[in-house]
């Protein structure tokens, strides 16, 4: 330890270098963490789903028409992006994003946390993994 003291007396500039590394790569870590979206597999959904959770579809109303999950709420991402106060749900109600393929369902989860929702997930792969694992969808 003392060879480390006099090290970082000997090289003030380099020991201030190391200190403010570890600084940032904390801070980046932290930011992350703080603005994570979680995604869930399809069975971590279900059980969600089993559980209560709201199933907010955020396709076009024609791709919603198609099929959806049962019992899941068509709010197009347009709309949300226009007003996240359109899902009328307490913000510590369990929400479960749903696109297509998962990348548009992590930006409307997104918008939702930013408003207030505290417990917000996106189904990871989205409708197309729903539909690889077999789980049925209604029209």
Same mark, same amino acid.
């Given at each position: 330890?003392?060879?480390?003291?006099?090290?970082?007396?000997?090289?003030?500039?380099?020991?201030?270098?190391?200190?403010?590394?570890?600084?940032?790569?904390?801070?980046?870590?932290?930011?992350?963490?703080?603005?994570?979206? #979680?995604?869930? $597999?399809?069975?971590? =959904?279900?059980? @969600?789903?089993?559980? %209560?959770?709201?199933? !907010?579809?955020?396709? &076009?109303?024609?791709?919603?028409?198609?099929?959806?999950?049962?019992?899941?709420?068509?709010?197009?991402?347009?709309?949300?992006?226009?007003?996240?106060?359109?899902?009328?749900?307490?913000?510590?109600?369990?929400?479960?994003?749903?696109?297509?393929? #998962?990348?548009? $369902?992590?930006?409307? =989860?997104?918008? @939702?946390?930013?408003? %207030?929702?505290?417990? !917000?997930?996106?189904? &990871?792969?989205?409708?197309?993994?729903?539909?690889?694992?077999?789980?049925?969808?209604?029209?």
């Amino acid at each position: 330890m003392g060879q480390l003291a006099e090290f970082a007396g000997n090289h003030p500039y380099l020991a201030l270098a190391v200190v403010a590394s570890l600084g940032a790569v904390v801070f980046y870590e932290l930011r992350l963490k703080s603005q994570a979206i #979680g995604q869930l $597999s399809v069975a971590d =959904a279900v059980r @969600l789903i089993n559980r %209560g959770a709201t199933i !907010v579809d955020v396709r &076009k109303p024609e791709e919603y028409g198609a099929g959806h999950i049962v019992n899941a709420r068509n709010i197009p991402l347009s709309e949300i992006e226009a007003d996240a106060k359109i899902v009328k749900k307490p913000k510590d109600k369990v929400l479960v994003t749903v696109c297509e393929s #998962g990348g548009t $369902s992590r930006r409307a =989860a997104a918008l @939702l946390k930013h408003a %207030g929702f505290e417990n !917000v997930f996106s189904l &990871k792969g989205g409708i197309a993994s729903w539909r690889a694992d077999s789980l049925p969808l209604v029209k």
